[in-house]
């Protein structure tokens, strides 16, 4: 039985695991990325993460079969390349060549939202699904879309930036450059402005007991004091759904995937999210009278997500 | 050498050709379809125009392979299934089985604009690519995207509704039922709409000598009026476009093409719509000082493309 080992890469730290063919992970180690650091120092500590998480192995039950490298940013997974990535500041690296020298694995690259939703497919929130698009709800919106069990991602891995499809023209601006993108609208960023914008406008809400201040509000802030019946966080809530229905409408008039996985840490909120969620994205989803729209469920398999899809990419080669 | 026939059905004509395995249009028939009669009529007809195809083809050189048909609504290929059509008010209609009976032929089944951008790309505009998404502007927007040479269409063939991606929250009514849609705003109705209210604003404008009264208004006018420098005109192009291309970054930063297909009456404008359209988009694609936008061009095959794709459609079975 083959055994794969999968990287996590963050800008703060690498996380990399040991993981069997079915998906389980067996075990994991993290070092700090050290993102400042040389190019070359930072991939040297990838491959000294691999190295360690064998070391702690209970068993080397069969060979390694591959690397997997989830990576935030874009990847030409063809050409081993990364193309760009927003926190390490590296562009047209030729890091699964680089890894390789270091490792004598086969090495497989993958934008790390990408990873994520293959983990949920292969061995997660939608193990029972071919096709899925998970959304993330964290900093920012990111996407990955699973299409018969493997990533598409676009040519030279551009696509599926789910963050970046229109919302509102000529709206919020966007850490992209642009403005009105999904992600301006959706991101946990994007609700803990909502929720300041609206304890501005009504110093009487419960928000403001919920939190010691305005600059402690987090993504949580507002349910906590939705759950207490407070109206004006209950309409941030109701607005900011209504957004986010809007976003994955498109994104399933456009995909039309068999399932949607919302992950990061707003989809904690579990039923709480999802069942008014379902209501309102069944809306903008187009023809749902005559073609359901997907089922929307929440990630399982939480930060493992990314190491377990890294891992698996090897899978398909 | 294989050949095909491939039936473009729409509401108004059956159109049916046959074409060879490279794509080239051999000959081709119209029928009106009628689309108030029964629906076996309607399917007795469309099996008529492939023995009047084949009766004026100028050779049987070799037997035909398929029989495609590219159907104005949503389709389940796999299942050989019609599953909504907005024209002729079919719901779960066999139609495969049901032409197989009448032809003897085996049968594929795909969605209208799927088929044209097949066509486009196996024997059009985009031949030398493997994957393209087509969005073609007229009454709506309709959408296909091509990935290695085949139909993309999402589970259930519900998916590339390029048309209902959002574009404003809250925005203009679209057909769907929703509001704010790409198609609201991009489609040659949404122009000839944006036009109209140009002219009722600017009596002054050269519109008003271009067409002769507000109800003759069509989705050439402003590009009339506009070629003659009216800046009435030219602000509702520059507008529309920028509706146009911020919808485009949207399909861009989901599906990656690698080049993005114009098609329907506006896109015979051909450079004067594509230079500045150009421009626009390159600011709405997701990092595109580092991953150049798709390039651009305008479908080449006119209504062609349907047939030619539906008779295609075979191709990869």
Redesign the interface.
Known sequence: MAQYIGIDLGGTNIATGLVSDTGRLICKVSLPTGANRDTEAIVADMARSVTLCLAQAPSTDGPIAGLGVGVPG?VDAAAGMV??TTNLNW?HLPLAQMLQEHTGLPVFLGNDADCAALGEVLAGSASSYD?AAMITLGTGVG?GFI?NKQV???????????G??????G?EPCG?G?R?C?EA?ASATALIRQTRQAMEAHPDSLLWQVCTAIEAVNAKTPFDAAQQGDPVALAVLDQYM??LA??L??????????VIILGGGISNQGEYLLTPLRKKMS??C??SE??AP?PLVSATLGNDAGIIGAALLGLNF
């Open positions: 874009a193309l760009r562009h096709s996407g299409c598409f991602s676009g040519w030279t891995g551009g696509g599926t930036e789910v970046h499809i229109p919302m509102v023209f709206g992209c642009n009105g999904f609208y209504e957004y809007f976003g409408g498109g994104v399933v008039n456009l995909l039309r995937p068999q809306k903008y187009y023809a005559f073609i997907p």
